[in-house]
């Protein structure tokens, strides 16, 4: 059984012993409590599903999520002329975790095929369209045997100590000592949201384009709703769930230890009294999200290491766009040989179910105020269609991304140290940080306890 398994599969056979936390209780009443094993922080794509699965489980489960709905990442816009355009997550690889969630909500799935008839690579900074050609056709069977040598990076908890010294080289020289420089524009695509790619530790890069990944695209074996509406399967959690999702809610102090969690809530019907046995942390792990946990010095220690990029996720209409078209911003002139653009920057644009409607991706080291980044991408939008006047119509600040730790941080073992932060004072962790950017890899990580 893998690693992670295992101490999820821990979480939930220990979810029935007695609590044994002392939180202040005597300010509230017994209305006010909510009794759980388990707690989940975070009701997004993997906080939500663990909820389901360990509801059917038989176990009782609180989630806690700022906003109003479920489902985190994954976000889908109903258009003026009633067409539901997703934003977010909209894709999943073909694994019996994602049939078996789908189909835990009768959802019927189908092929994904993107939306949109055709490519374009242009310079969104001036609008200028690469020469056919430019771009080298993408080797994935070379890059496949590449990855072949590193079969552990689906999940953090796999990483071998210590950590071979290739994967912490900048990706550009990787790319350069694997001589897979034909997949580089597009390994930057895919790892959109990780910063400037050529800079960052080669694992991250090679962790987002990974083996199920990649073979996935290759092979068209990607998995969609049949209505591409990648919310409906989270409403439903949410519906089903009731009133065990808090929504609209954060936490605001916690008492853990090894015997059981306590948090005080604050929810739109006041504050509440959580007493759990255990906890699920899915928020991303900057020590700011996870302050109100009341972080020890060991655990603070860890999580302040990491680092993150920042990352938008934004529709527009009335664009004068090309119909159909998906646009990729390719540089020629970028500082590197392969046409990729620094950042900050639009990095591209895909077309959608809905033909008036656009999604744009928009990157940057550090976080950017929202109306910079609005303004930046009109900008590159009105250089690709002169004289149009495109509006946005839905906007998702998407980070903190691309949540990691420095090369030297990772060869004096850091993921080593992390991991053996699960279970500690009856608190484990999931989500991008932890143990893969796909929901596929979020989802079976819990679903392997089964
Ligand atoms: C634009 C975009 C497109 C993507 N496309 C795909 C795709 O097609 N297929 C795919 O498999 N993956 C895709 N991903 C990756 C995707 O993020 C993950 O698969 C999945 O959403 C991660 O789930 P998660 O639960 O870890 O994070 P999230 O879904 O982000 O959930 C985290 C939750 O925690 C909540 N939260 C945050 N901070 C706190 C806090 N301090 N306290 C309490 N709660 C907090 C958030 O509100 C959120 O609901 C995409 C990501 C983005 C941004
Ligand atoms: C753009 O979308 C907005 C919001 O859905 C809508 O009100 C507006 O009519 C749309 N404009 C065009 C040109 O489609
Ligand atoms: C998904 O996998 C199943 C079982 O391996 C297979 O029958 C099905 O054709 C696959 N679907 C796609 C879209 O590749």
Redesign the pocket.
């Known amino acids: 059984m893998m690693r992670a398994n295992f101490l999820l599969g821990s979480l939930i056979s220990l979810a029935s012993y007695g609590l044994g936390a002392s939180p202040d209780t005597s300010s509230f009443s017994a209305a006010d409590t909510i009794q759980r094993d388990i707690a989940i922080?975070?009701?997004?794509?993997?906080?939500t599903h663990a909820a389901i699965k360990f509801k059917d489980a038989g176990k009782t489960v609180v989630v806690?999520?700022?906003?109003a709905q479920l489902?985190?990442?994954?976000k889908t816009f109903t258009t003026s002329s009633g067409v539901r355009v997703n934003?977010?997550?909209?894709?999943?690889q073909n694994s019996t975790a994602v049939t078996d969630w789908f189909s835990r909500f009768n959802i019927p799935m189908v092929q994904y095929q993107q939306p949109g008839t055709g490519d374009k690579y242009a310079d969104f900074s001036t609008g200028k369209e690469l020469a056919d050609g430019t771009l080298p056709h993408p080797d994935f069977g070379a890059y496949l045997q590449v990855l072949a040598k590193f079969p552990y990076l689906e999940d953090f908890a796999h990483l071998p100590n210590p950590i071979p010294d290739d994967l912490l080289l900048p990706f550009g020289q990787f790319v350069e000592k694997y001589k897979i420089q034909s997949v580089a524009y597009t390994l930057a695509q895919f790892a959109t949201?990780n910063g400037n790619v050529f800079e960052q530790p080669a694992l991250y890069i090679l962790k987002v384009a990974d083996i199920p990944y990649v073979q996935g695209i290759i092979n068209g074996a990607v998995l969609a709703p049949a209505s591409y509406d990648a919310q409906s399967v989270f409403q439903k959690a949410q519906d089903f769930l009731g009133s065990d999702a808090l929504v609209s809610s954060?936490?605001s102090s916690a008492t853990r230890s090894n015997s059981g969690v306590s948090l005080v809530v604050n929810t739109p019907k006041g504050k509440k009294l959580i007493k759990a046995n255990k906890l699920l942390v899915?928020?991303?792990p900057k020590v700011d999200?996870l302050k109100p946990l009341g972080l020890d010095s060991r655990e603070s220690g860890i999580f302040s290491k990491f680092q993150n990029k920042a990352?938008y996720?934004v529709l527009l209409n009335n664009t004068g766009l090309e119909e159909g078209f998906r646009y990729y911003n390719a540089k020629p002139d970028a500082g590197n040989t392969y046409n990729v653009p620094t950042l900050p920057v639009l990095q591209f644009i895909w077309a959608t179910k809905d033909v008036d409607t656009y999604w744009a991706?928009y990157s940057c080291v550090n976080t950017l105020p929202d109306e910079t980044v609005k303004a930046n991408i009109i900008k590159d939008f009105k250089t690709l269609a002169p004289g149009s006047n495109p509006q946005i119509i839905a906007y998702s600040n998407?980070g903190p991304?691309g949540v990691g730790v420095s090369a030297d941080e990772i060869k004096k073992g850091f993921y080593t140290d992390l991991f053996k932060l699960q279970g500690y004072k009856n608190t484990w962790y999931?989500?991008?940080a932890w143990i893969s950017?796909?929901?596929?890899g979020?989802w079976k990580w819990v679903l392997g306890m089964y």
Do not use: C, K, M, R
């Open positions: 922080i975070g009701g997004g794509s993997s906080g806690i999520e700022p906003q489902g985190g990442h994954v934003y977010g997550p909209s894709n999943f949201s954060t936490v899915t928020a991303p999200n990352f996720t991706w998407a991304s999931t989500g991008s950017d796909h929901s596929a979020l």
